[in-house]
Structure formats: C-alpha cells, structure tokens
C-alpha cells in the first residue's frame, strides 16, 4: 500500500525562518552570502517548497502528489525534473539522462509541464535551462540529458523508447489512463528508474491502483497550503462556490473520493445533484435513524432534512437534500434534541424515524423534547441496500438535488451497493436520506391518482 508522509525531507523551514525573521537577524543571514550564493538562492527549491513539494525519502519507484487545484503540484514535479537531471553544476551529469513527460495530450504537456508558469522552463536558472526542439518534442540540457514529451492519448508512441524517469501529469483525467500508465512503465527500464506523478485526484482504476502498490509513496496537500501563491481572491471565491460539497473536496482538499464496486450512488451522479439554493418546497421532513446507545465506539444518528416541491404528476416532483444534522455518539435524549431543532431550524412538517431497534422508545424519547412534534414511526422490511435501491433511481432520473454541506453522507453514499453497505460501521446517514425521500417521494407517489377534470 502507499506511503503517505506529512512531513517529506526538506520542509523549507530555512525559507519560512527567512520570511518571517526579524528584519535585523534577516539582513545579517542574507549579508554573509557571497554574490554568487545570493543569485543561485531564488533557485534553490528546497528551501521554498512546501512539505507536500519535496520527495519523501526511502526506497520507492513512483511519488504521486495528491493535490487540489493550485496547490503547487505543477512546480513540484518540474523541480522533481531538474533535480533527477541535473548535476551539481551546468555540465555535470546527474542521476537521469532520459525523461518521459507525459500529459494528457501533447498541447497540454507542452503548456503546462513545459512552458507553464510553473513549467520546467521557468523553474530552471539560466545556465541550467534546456533548449526546446519542437520537431522532436523534445528538451536538451546543458549536461546531455534529454526529456521526450508523450500524450496519454496516444499511448502507443510509448513504446519502443526506454527512459531512467518519467513524469506524469493529471494521470487522473487520462482517457485511457491505464493502458498509458502500463506502456509507459515498460519504457522505465535504465538505471534505477523512478516516476513522479501530479494529480488532482478522481476515482479511477489506475490511481486506486497505483496507490495501492508498495512501490508507491505519496504526499497531498489541500489548494489552501498554496494560497500565497495564488491570486487574491481566488481561494474565498472557491470557497463561497464549492466548500462543503463533494467536488470542493476533490478539487479543493485534493480528497481521492472513493465509490464502491456497484455503488447506487457514483462520485459523477453525486457531483451532477449539487446546487446552491433550494426553490420554495411544498413539504419539509426530517429523518432519523437512531442510534440505541451512546458509547464512543457505537454507531451515530443519521439525522437528514429533506424538502420536495410536489406539484402536478410524480414524475414532475422534485427533491432537495438540505442538511445533514447527524450526531455522533449521541444519547437518545440528545440525538432527539438535535431533531427537533433540525425541524425547527427548517420549518418541517413532520419527523420521520426508524423504530425496528427502539420501538416505542423511539417517539417516546422524542416527545419528552417535544410533546406535539408530529412522528411517523417506520418499520424497516427490507435490507438497507433494498431499501435504497428506488432512492437512488430519484438521483439516476435527475429528481434529487443537494445542498452544500453533505460531505459525509455523500461518502456513505458511494459505499452503498444493493448487496447492501460496503464501508465502515454502519451507514446512518444513508438510513436516514432514504427514509427522509421516501417519505417525500416514493410513498406519496404510490397513492397518487390524476384529478378528474369536472364537466360544466
């Protein structure tokens, strides 16, 4: 399995201390450099990176930067480039003399890992920086050492050449991902070789697998970890749209989101039903899935409210997820306060809750918070992946939509398979969304009938 570091070799602490050091002890550091020292010293990466930046030391054949937009991965693995080719000065050789650069196609690896701001031409000082040949697809060094740009695209143009190092970008998007990263692992075949791959992650095969390996080590890093970097206002803009939801946690946190093999609910579907605002809704409920003891180790109380605009025919009516409002670890009297205040907060119409485990309990601690709180006890007979199976057609047919903020049930969600929940612990939170759309837009369904029109 993958190793992941949180704290790599070279953390840039000399970088963070010259910043952030008195002005007087600062001016003396950069005093006692000669001028040769001072020039190569905007050069010198190890000691600007930050953590997730810098190669984790040991004994590994690929390095995989897990990252969320802008959070320097670019920059990492063109300075992982100049570090395997260069030598200790401009001539002198280094550990690699033959590097594949594979992006997902040819333009992108060009303008990106190439000739990018953060590109291995801006990256490299003067005496340093290889010539480009745009026939060839190809950068030359100063010392020999020579680096060949490929498309994942067309993988095939991958075999025959043999490379000492590779570096691979956004191996996550690659339209045929798997077939291009197994080409090019039978071109790594001189020297000692190794790779270095840069990502914003998806779910997809080759990742999970290339994670899984023991070969594998990796570092990650939220967008926020670069925001000096980044242009002012980007970050609060990136947050005002996608924070709390799941393609904020993909794209922002660098989160690799996982779905299980037959999940009813894929990252895709659960990206697709996200929206910022909810319409005026005709019924609000709140769903709760109890738990029946409250120790550290027991299972939460899923706790969802759910809204739905029900006018004209079934297939018109629409769903809007609102809140997650779970507790962990909750006692029975405080999972029912949370409740009701979720009712209250929401302005709902009715709680809805599962009494296969409390029975009569369930209400009855309910009422002791709220005597007129209007309860609906549900009889679980079905198994939960059964259950699940007509919710997760609403999503399939675009007539479930959810609000920021769900992060954690989206996760249980993509876990949940008809052969039932294939995550840990048990799945509360999706408990409770069934029921909550049930209530809303299954059952009432059932018992609808077109109005008859009268005749004057």
Not at 33 to 52: C, K, N, R, V, Y
Not at 88 to 116: C, I, K, S
Not at 216 to 238: I, K, P
Not at 273 to 288: F, G, K, M, N, S
Request: proline share 6%; charged share 20%; net charge neutral.
């Amino acid at each position: 399995m993958a190793r992941s570091t949180s704290r790599p070799r070279g953390n840039g602490s000399l970088a963070g201390w010259i910043a952030c050091a008195p002005a007087a002890a600062r001016d003396e550091f950069l005093d006692a450099l000669d001028p040769g020292e001072l020039s190569a010293l905007p050069w010198i990466f190890d000691l600007w990176a930050l953590p997730h930046q810098l190669p984790p030391a040991g004994d590994w054949r690929t390095w995989v930067i897990l990252g969320g937009r802008g959070a320097g991965k670019t920059r990492a693995g063109a300075e992982w480039v100049r570090a395997q080719v260069e030598g200790a000065r401009p001539n002198d050789t280094g550990r690699a003399r033959r590097v594949a650069l594979v992006g997902e196609t040819l333009d992108q690896a060009r303008e990106v890992m190439v000739f990018g701001d953060s590109g291995i031409m801006a990256c490299s000082p003067p005496d340093r920086r290889p010539v480009w040949s745009a026939t060839r697809r190809m950068l030359t060094w100063p010392n020999g050492a020579v680096a060949q740009l490929f498309s994942a695209h067309d993988y095939e143009a991958l075999r025959g050449p043999q490379f000492d190092a590779a570096w691979a970008d956004e191996l996550a998007k690659w339209k045929r991902g798997a077939e291009a990263w197994d080409m090019l692992q039978f071109g790594l075949r001189l020297g000692e070789p190794r790779a270095c791959v840069t990502t914003t992650p998806r779910n997809v095969a080759v990742l999970r697998d290339l994670l899984a390996s023991d070969s594998t080590v990796s570092t990650h890093a939220a967008t926020q970890a670069n925001a000096a970097n980044l242009a002012r206002g980007f970050l609060d803009e990136m947050q005002r749209r996608y924070a709390g939801t799941r393609q904020g946690r993909q794209e922002l946190e660098g989160v690799l989101l996982s779905d299980a093999e037959g999940a009813l609910w894929t990252a895709e579907m659960l990206v697709g039903c996200a929206v910022e605002t909810a319409p005026e809704l005709d019924r609000i409920v709140v769903a709760v899935d109890p738990s029946v003891s409250a120790h550290a180790g027991s299972d939460a109380c899923g706790i969802v409210v759910a809204g739905a605009v029900t006018q004209g025919p079934p297939q018109n009516w629409r769903a809007y997820v609102l809140e997650d409002a779970t507790v962990e670890a909750a006692s029975p009297l405080d999972w029912a306060r949370a409740a009701c205040a979720a009712m209250a907060r929401h302005g709902a119409e009715r709680m809805v809750a599962e009494v296969n485990q409390g029975g009569a309990l369930v209400e009855t601690v309910v009422r002791q918070v709220d005597p007129m709180v209007p309860f609906k006890a549900l009889h679980a007979g079905r198994s939960k992946g059964l259950r699940a199976e007509p919710v997760a057609a609403l999503y399939e047919q675009g007539r479930v939509h959810h609000l920021r903020g769900l992060g954690p049930l989206e996760d249980q969600m993509a876990q949940m398979t008809a052969r039932g929940f294939l995550g840990s612990g048990s799945p509360d939170r999706v408990d409770a969304l069934v029921w909550a759309l049930h209530e809303l837009m299954i059952a009432p369904a059932q018992g609808w009938r077109r109005p008859r029109l009268r005749m004057l």
